[in-house]
């Protein structure tokens, strides 16, 4: 099974500011299936990025997905209020599908 | 849009069985795709459960094979799910979701809580 750390554990950031959040992959991750998830209380995870790098329907371009193989990276680049959540990293290149522990984005 | 909905008992008694249901609307259940169950608890966050097709090829995770039955119902699109001899460990929000591009999940349920006590 691939395991999946995210860091930092939490990100304390202003609103403008630029986040970025990690993803490391304890093996390569197939055909880079590795995708990001905005989740906020009481709500089911929104898909953001899928296939490391593209975008879903409707997600603002301030987001956005690079990486491969092993170390991936979520970059907000200016962050809007309603952007603080918890961010989580997921892959099924390889089953069983794993997810990251998350990232808790903050209001500093 | 698909939506998905799940419905079950929010209550278990230890040592029972663990019985939802995921409601597909806007789109069939047979299209081309794979369905899943998600759990989330505090202590251990996102923990994939399975997946089904419509022509009821499922996988399941290792770590809850022995315990995990997911089914598809086509005439009334949905999928089920049911897990054995539950504990307080199975303590959880359940969700069902819809697998897209590149093995990611772009539709979710709501969430059913579902807590096992006695």
């Known amino acids: 099974e691939i395991v999946l750390t995210q860091s930092p554990g939490t990100l304390s950031l202003s609103p403008g500011e630029r986040a970025t959040l990690s993803c490391r992959a304890s093996?390569?991750?197939?055909?880079?299936?590795l995708t990001w998830y905005q989740q906020k209380p009481g709500q089911a995870p929104r898909l953001l990025i899928y296939?490391?790098?593209n975008r879903a329907t409707g997600i603002p371009d301030r987001f956005s997905g690079s990486g491969s193989g092993t170390d991936f990276t979520l970059t907000i680049s200016r962050l809007e209020p309603e952007d603080f959540a918890v961010y989580y990293c997921?892959?099924?290149?390889?089953?069983?599908?794993?997810f990251g522990q998350g990232t808790k984005l903050e209001i500093k | 849009q698909v939506q998905l909905q799940e419905s079950g008992p929010g209550l278990v008694k230890p040592s029972g069985t663990l019985s939802l249901t995921c409601d597909v609307s806007?789109?069939?259940?047979?299209?081309?795709?794979?369905w899943s169950w998600v759990r989330q608890t505090p202590g251990k966050g996102l923990e994939w459960i399975g997946e089904?097709?419509?022509?009821?090829?499922?996988n399941y995770s290792p770590s809850l094979k022995s315990r995990v039955t997911i089914a598809v119902d086509k005439s009334r699109n949905q999928f089920s799910l049911s897990l054995t001899s539950v504990t307080a460990a199975d303590t959880a929000v359940y969700y069902c979701?819809?697998?897209?591009?590149?093995?990611?999940?772009?539709?979710w349920g709501q969430g059913a809580r579902v807590t096992v006590s006695s």
């Open positions: 089904i097709y419509h022509s009821g090829i499922t």
């Open positions: 979701a819809r697998m897209w591009e590149s093995g990611s999940f772009d539709s």
């Open positions: 997921q892959q099924y290149g390889s089953s069983p599908c794993s």
């Open positions: 093996q390569s991750i197939t055909s880079n299936y």
């Open positions: 806007g789109g069939s259940i047979s299209n081309s795709n794979w």
């Open positions: 296939g490391a790098s």
